[in-house]
């Protein structure tokens, strides 16, 4: 299990924008399991939609990104660099995220070849899937 401390120390991501607050399980370069906490404080519910709050698709897919980069970069041959997105596929959004949910982050890699790879992400709500993708990613 990782920390946020710890997390941090294999994203470049912080406040405001780390949306994973640890990881559960992690298989280097193969999968990763994380949490997100979703709480009424969080910044974005300031202006997204604040008379029903509801967490953001995109950053639902970026929570998701984060915990797939956590899983590739903590490869050894990979430490110290950074995974950017190359691609979205597949995206649905299938329940609303709203406070007192927590995320679980489940991102599988499951292409690789050379910097370029992609990962199988679902994010759930309990046992209630509320986002799943396929994300691209670049290691740079």
Do not use: W
């Not at 370069?29 to 698709?57: C, D, I, N």
């Amino acid at each position: 299990m990782l920390d946020s401390n710890q997390i941090q120390e294999i994203i470049p991501h912080r406040y405001p924008f780390l949306l994973v607050d640890k990881i559960l399980e992690l298989e280097s370069g193969k999968k990763a399991v994380g949490l997100k906490a979703v709480t009424a404080s969080e910044y974005y519910f300031q202006g997204h939609f604040p008379q029903e709050h509801v967490m953001p698709g995109v950053l639902i897919i970026e929570a998701l990104a984060q915990t797939g980069a956590v899983c590739i970069l903590s490869v050894e041959a990979n430490k110290g660099k950074t995974a950017y997105f190359a691609g979205i596929n597949k995206a649905r959004f299938k329940t609303k995220v709203k406070p007192g949910d927590v995320l679980t982050l489940e991102v599988e890699i499951i292409k690789s070849k050379a910097s370029i790879g992609i990962g199988s992400a679902i994010a759930k709500i309990g046992d209630k899937v509320a986002v799943e993708a396929e994300l691209m990613f670049a290691i740079g």
